[in-house]
């Protein structure tokens, strides 16, 4: 799939203006998204899912390239969502174009998990991310509480352990080792925010915070 989309991309069939535009590309993240073009300079692309208000606005960018495959993640769930596109060149918009994608519903264990009881002023972070314990599904959600990011493969209950090059080393929960407390994941995914698999290491005793 990864070479399809970069195919589609360099094939230059597809262009800012007309691009080509896959949700969930890797099957495990539904709130996410890659419009894929070619452009015939090298830009930067910036990219604003637009939120529900202007706080829950989120936001990403690419390195220049001429053959881009744009990471969208930040997505409401259910909903055809706007998002804003800007073509960049040293750091100066020299194009802008907004587009509709549209997601389906993800799992009820976590859909509505998150209820805002108070909210004094802006958070540091926008989006909190959640993982681990009694959390089937590691996701993140907003300033409002809405789920812009969720795995639909459930993991082990230590969670995912983030990693330093915008990748997470992921538990599986369907192969645990017996142990002398609880059992342990047998089965640790490096993947990426689209739900993208890299590598898969299996561990024979199974692994805990280590």
Same mark, same amino acid.
Do not use: M
């Given at each position: 799939l990864p070479i399809s989309i970069q195919k589609k991309a360099a094939m230059r069939q597809y262009s800012f203006e007309n691009p080509y535009i896959i949700v969930n590309p890797y099957g495990? /993240?539904?709130?996410?998204? @890659?419009?894929?073009? $070619?452009?015939?300079k090298a830009y930067s692309v910036k990219y604003t899912v637009k939120g529900n208000t202007s706080l829950c606005d989120v936001s990403g960018s690419t390195d220049a390239a001429t053959v881009h495959a744009v990471p969208i993640i930040g997505l409401y769930a259910n909903k055809t969502n706007t998002v804003e596109?800007?073509?960049l060149e040293n750091n100066n918009v020299v194009a802008t174009k907004k587009v509709n994608i549209t997601t389906e519903n993800i799992p009820s264990d976590? /859909?509505?998990?998150?209820? @805002?009881?108070?909210? $004094?002023?802006?958070?540091?972070?926008?989006l909190t991310l959640v993982t681990?314990?009694?959390?089937?599904y590691p996701f993140a959600y907003?300033?409002?509480?809405?789920?812009?990011?969720?795995?639909?493969?459930?993991g082990g209950s230590n969670g995912i352990f983030p990693l330093s090059d915008g990748k997470f080393l992921f538990q599986a929960a369907f192969a645990?080792?017996?142990s002398?407390?609880?059992?342990?994941?047998?089965?640790l995914y490096e993947m990426d925010y689209l739900g993208r698999c890299y590598s898969q290491f299996?561990?024979?005793q199974g692994v805990h915070h280590d």
């Open positions: 495990y /993240a539904p709130l996410t998204a @890659v419009v894929a073009f $070619s452009t015939d596109l800007e073509l976590v /859909a509505n998990i998150v209820t @805002v009881t108070k909210h $004094s002023k802006k958070s540091a972070f926008g681990g314990q009694d959390c089937c907003d300033e409002s509480g809405d789920i812009r990011w969720v795995i639909t493969r459930k645990l080792a017996p002398h407390a609880k059992p342990h994941p047998t089965n299996y561990i024979a």
